[in-house]
């Protein structure tokens, strides 16, 4: 890639030149009505050429390697630079930069093959199959590598592998459906079995499902729910919107709210790129160093996101947003969460989630695959699916129990997103505010 | 190290640069623009189509009962802005070849960007190697239905003017007027412009025989006016009612953007003081700007033959529109009043194409007929079999659709079209026939569940109806709703003069997930007694 990068920029004679290059190979295996729908793989570079002349700054992307079209591809960004009016917000490339070390690529994913994926797909549907449901599955693998270069000296590298192996199980009479996923860079760490147990079991737990009115409840959010809210908040700790009037992080009458008290106390998120099986590249794509991070401590919001040009103009140093999300734990078991519900739900995860309100982190979305009622510590009943209204900062502030961190597939579609470690939360109020009939 | 041009004053720049000059300016991509600018669809490239019907070859030899390959090249180009600055320019090509093959019942896939011969063969060897191994460890038994051959088959876009060969600076030029417009109305503090241009060249080569060669194109400009209360305490967006299109840049300039801007900035901001909406049941009026989104999530989405069969379980999900056999030509979906067409020949529609990635003709027919439903769409050649006794469906419609050369075809939604009244009735005639009402245009925050029965919709502006007059704005309106309740309670709909054509370029679905470009058409429409949240 060193060598790519090289080249490319021995093409350039714009003023600042930047290299982004991704390479990789991306695989999948499907399945759905009890068999193997589709499975295949990809293979893909992409150059992106940002050329700067003056403020002047444009890019091209391409994916054809030889020389002739790079060269192109140089000069087309430049071409372009020079018929882009100046953009003020533009800071010249960072020169060479040092980077925290992370080793995120694991063979054990890097080597995966279609027949490892189709013998893992297969255990699955067998044990679908016997006991007469229907499954779908998505396995979803990337083995590759990123790295940014520049004409001041920076070059920086990172390889990377993930995966994310989710399950749907549904009865035959569609009154009853299961999900259980795992997501990671390590193969080793996707447990297909308990997948498929857990899946299993969510389908059997869910079968005749009744009615409970909407409204305020009591809830345990299992991981996979808890991260798929958190995903939603990783853009939230930007300074420009909060300076600007447009965020929960926003102080009235201006300026943010840095060092004020903004969540439980129990609650502390960091960002980490060499956290274990959910690493993140140590740079961002100009090549700034990204290193670990606290963001909230205790409760207090302690940093926000500042671009470079935003920092230049607020007098502090950048500081490039959060990659992944790590949200701390504490040493609750699912069944102290649950033994701590007087009257509430288990909820297993959500659907179709949107933003409402983004200055109050409201969001709006549906429970799906799996929800209950919980009375006195014990799940009594299923019951259907509710659509939410719900701010985010509340569901924060609302923290009673905190389970144990893990990585969980965040993303709707299942496929490989930013890693998101959040643990199971026990909240004092979630807002169910209509019953969906969808199962 | 700079040539002279960069100290050639801008507005001489203009000049310099506007129309088919851009090309000396940018050598490839822009002069493969210029070239096409004519309106008759290119046939195949000689070379790719040598090298397509080389990979097919080689899938064959390999094993494979059926194979198609895919060579698309994509040119994007998009230009943003904020208030009186760029925020982004940046063009991208992508070329690569993805090739499919079916081997027992089952299929393999396999793309890459190398597009030299023995890359190409090696790839397709691995597509039919794919499919050999899941066949052998999940043996399928499934059946395609046929498709007729097509040797030469060409189709292109209709276009006035070709995005690609509109200079930058008059792009440029255009968002600046556009927020300079905003921006001269007191309150708004942000305005963001863009717009995206999109041209395609993809050649579609199968083992039935044909080889197809289309050309795509589609523009997107968008506006967003931002409102912020003189203390920090709100903010109000207001965004464009515009949607995307398949056509040329003629629809871009056709918007008359910079005027509607001073209209979405003045909303903005009366946002900000706007009361918010008392929750209950009122009437709705719906603007074509809105309903497109409302028609693609709860009709087009349920109405997926995939999902009814259970292909999209595990994320998409399924639908309240299954099984087939209990509701093809049984299930009342609305009124007699409505009748929605699935078209893939829609003018102007983004998944208007000439024929599909599996070389099956586009194809427009009713899926719901009079309020009933009796067909569903986004039906490809290994399911339309499992429909045809008991559906209007007799035929593959055409609605396969891989993203781009990485992406494996499978089944996409066409256009899917409320079709107007007869009658030629007005805006003013349906806004008539409201008492208290909430007239909504424009999309806003959409959320429904996996299987489109429990959907809350926002919007962009919100105006009360008293006594048939539009009155002041609301704010903070969603509707929630069960889809068959919602469609069931439509009591009128305008004629064709008040039809529009609404859409997104990333209407996402499937694993690996791939992105899909969708037009829905609908004349504003009345809906009583609907159940309305206050959201914030």
Known sequence: MKALADRILSFAKADQTRVSLTSGVSEFTRTAMNRLTTAGGTTDVTVRVTSAIGKRVASIDTNRLDDAPLERAVRDSEALARLSPENPEYLPEPSAQSYPEVS?????????????????????LERSKAVNTIAAGFIDVFAGSQAVANRNGLFAYHASTGVASTLTVRTPDGSSSGWAGDEGADWTTIESERIATEALAKCQAWRSKTALDPGTYEAVLEPTAVGMLMSRMMNAFDARAAD?????????????????????????????????NGETAPFTNIGEPTRKETWVEKGVLKSLAYSRFWASKQGVPSKPAMSNFIMNGGDATQDDLIGSVKRGVLITRFWYIRPLNPRM???????????????????????????FNQSLAELLKNIELIGRPTRVCASESSSIGAPIIVPALKVRAFTLSSVSDAI | MRDDRSTVSRRKFVKLVSGAALAAGISDLGSAAVEAQSDTAPGPDASERELALAALDAARTAGALYADVRIVRALSESIGTRERQITNV??????????????????????????????????????????????RITPNQIRLAPAEKVPDGRWIT????????????????????????????????FVTSSVTSLKESRLLATTDGSVIQQTFIRVSPNVNVTAVAADNSDSQTRGATVGPAGMGWEYVTGLTLPERAIRYASEAVAKLSAPPVEAGRWDLVLHPSHLWLTIHESIAHPSELDRALGYEANYAGTTFLAPPDQVLGKFRLGQPLMTFVANRTEPGGCATVGWDDEGIAATSYPIVDKGLFVSYQSATREMVDLVAPISTLKKAPGHSYGQDWASIPFPRMPNVSLQ???????????????????????????????????????GQTFWEI???KKTRQLRDVAYVARTPDFWNSMAMIGGRQTYQLGGALSDAKGQPMQLNSVSHGCPIALFRNVNIIRTA
Do not use: C, M
């Open chain 2, 420 to 458: 107007p009244a007869a009658r030629n009735i007005s805006e003013d005639e349906v806004i008539g026939a409201v008492d208290r009402g909430i007239y909504i245009e424009g999309d806003g925050s959409y959320s429904i569940d996996q299987q489109r029965y429990n959907f809350q919709f926002g």
């Open chain 2, 466 to 468: 008293r006594n048939g």
């Open chain 1, 104 to 124: 995120a690529y694991y063979a054990s994913t890097g080597d995966l093959t279609t027949d490892d994926r189709a013998r893992s797909a297969a255990l699955v």
């Open chain 2, 158 to 189: 209709p276009h006035l003017v070709d995005p690609f060969a509109v200079s930058l600076e008059s792009k440029a030029e255009l968002l600046f007027r556009i927020n300079d417009e905003a921006l001269k109305v007191k309150g708004v503090r």
């Open chain 1, 361 to 387: 982190l409201v969001e709006t979305g549906l429970t799906r695959d799996g929800t209950f009622l919980i009375e006195n510590g014990k799940i009594t009943r299923p019951v259907t699916n509710f659509r």
């Open chain 2, 90 to 135: 940046s063009k991208s090509e992508s070329y690569g070849i993805g090739i499919r093959a079916f081997v027992g019942g089952s299929w393999g896939f396999a793309a890459t960007r190398d597009l030299a011969r023995d890359a190409v063969i090696r790839r397709a060897r691995e597509a039919v190697t794919t499919a050999a191994a899941n066949d």
């Open chain 1, 244 to 276: 600007e009037g447009r965020s929960y992080f926003s102080k009235r009458g201006g300026g943010t709210r840095l060092g004020e008290a903004v969540f439980d106390e129990r609650v502390t998120i960091t960002s980490d790129p060499a956290f274990a």
